[in-house]
């Protein structure tokens, strides 16, 4: 069975462009996060889908982040327009269900970008 | 806001050496996991724990709840260059709440 995909692996690019992320997680896993990794330190939650439908978004930056996951299937990560402390690596992850005690989350192989 | 806290930060060692690994809550963890990642990955959980003093055990990896499920340790024996990686300890409520990682080096 395949894991979560991502694509690109790297990306870099000068402050102030725009960059996106894509994410295609396991089949079946109704439920869909974006991660952001700093350097040495634990993932931060960005945003959580349901299927389609965005649950939590508290820990997104509207101002310069958005997501989408039109079919509730793969979802698109973009930022416009990047910043130098965007520099960081985006992971998506993909569960089976919605969180709680035993649901294991599988997290890809992340974005490394680097904003110059 | 809960603070997870882990040490020590980093953890350089040789091959067959044993470490401990901590991980310290400012509040009563919901459940907690623990995660590994190597270079380049995700994170990959190894294991979940609910109950206060619960003890699990992955081959070489042992796992310890605190009874008042505000901590939680991870203690590897012999440690192998395998190991290398961070581990992440986090809070499992219906969003996974990392804490700080260690990173962990075992040499050849």
């Known amino acids: 069975e395949a894991g979560v995909v991502q694509s690109p692996r790297y990306k870099i690019i000068e402050k102030k462009q725009p960059v996106a992320f894509w994410c295609n997680p396991i089949s079946g896993h109704n439920t869909l996060y974006w991660y952001l990794q700093n350097l040495g330190q634990g993932p931060e939650l960005l945003i959580r889908?349901?299927?389609?439908?965005?649950?939590?978004d508290s820990q997104l930056p509207k101002d310069r982040f958005s997501a989408e996951r039109l079919k509730g299937v793969d979802s698109t990560l973009k930022i416009q327009p990047a910043e130098l402390g965007d520099s960081a690596v985006y992971l998506c992850?993909?569960?089976?269900?919605?969180?709680?005690?035993?649901?294991?989350?599988?997290f890809g192989p992340g974005t490394r970008l680097t904003v110059l | 806001t809960q603070l997870l806290e882990q040490s020590p930060q980093f953890l350089s060692i040789q091959e067959g050496e044993n470490l401990t690994v901590y991980c310290n809550s400012s509040?009563?963890?919901?459940?907690l996991q623990w995660y590994r990642q190597e270079p380049g990955e995700g994170p990959v959980l190894l294991v979940t724990v609910v109950t206060g003093g619960e003890v699990k055990k992955l081959k070489r990896l042992t796992f310890q709840f605190g009874d008042a499920r505000k901590d939680s340790s991870l203690h590897i024996t012999a440690a192998q260059p395998g190991d290398t990686g961070l581990y992440l300890c986090a809070d499992n409520t219906d969003k996974l709440i990392f804490g700080t990682g260690t990173r962990l080096q075992v040499f050849p």
């Open positions: 992850a993909s569960s089976p269900g919605p969180g709680g005690p035993y649901n294991e989350q599988f």
């Open positions: 889908y349901e299927n389609e439908e965005a649950v939590d």
């Open positions: 509040s009563v963890f919901s459940s």
